[in-house]
């Protein structure tokens, strides 16, 4: 079973809200940060959001989606989850859940990624 699981994407309507989870199973000794990332078809995998679980539970986001997502977890269910509200087309890619030592929006800080989940916004 991979470490990390993502669920929840699909197709919606600009303006619409959809929230991902990422399930995260087994040990995760050092993983202290939980990250998204996005790839959109032709394009690099870019950062979304990331949160620290230590230190006071720091979030970053990416300028392009904050005010509309937001990063939480539930430590229970060993999920993250992405909210993505007020949703635009530019917002279409595939959705990474990542887990890394270092809070940071560099692809390399995560040394584990889960399979991605597509999620499409129709204008």
């Known amino acids: 079973q991979p470490p990390l699981v993502e669920s929840g994407g699909g197709l919606v309507q600009a303006g619409d809200s959809l929230r991902l989870s990422c399930a995260r199973s087994?040990?995760?000794?050092?993983?202290?940060?939980m990250g998204w990332f996005r790839q959109a078809p032709g394009q690099e995998r870019e950062f979304v959001a990331a949160?620290?679980?230590?230190?006071?539970?720091?979030?970053s986001y990416a300028d392009s989606v904050k005010g509309r997502f937001t990063i939480s977890r539930d430590i229970l269910k060993n999920t993250v989850y992405l909210q993505m509200n007020s949703l635009k087309p530019e917002d279409t890619a595939i959705y990474y859940c990542?887990?890394?030592?270092?809070?940071?929006?560099?692809?390399?800080?995560?040394?584990?990624w889960g399979q991605g989940t597509q999620v499409t916004v129709s204008s």
């Open positions: 087994g040990q995760m000794f050092g993983w202290i940060v």
């Open positions: 990542a887990a890394g030592g270092t809070m940071s929006p560099s692809i390399s800080a995560y040394s584990a």
């Open positions: 949160m620290s679980v230590a230190a006071g539970l720091s979030e």
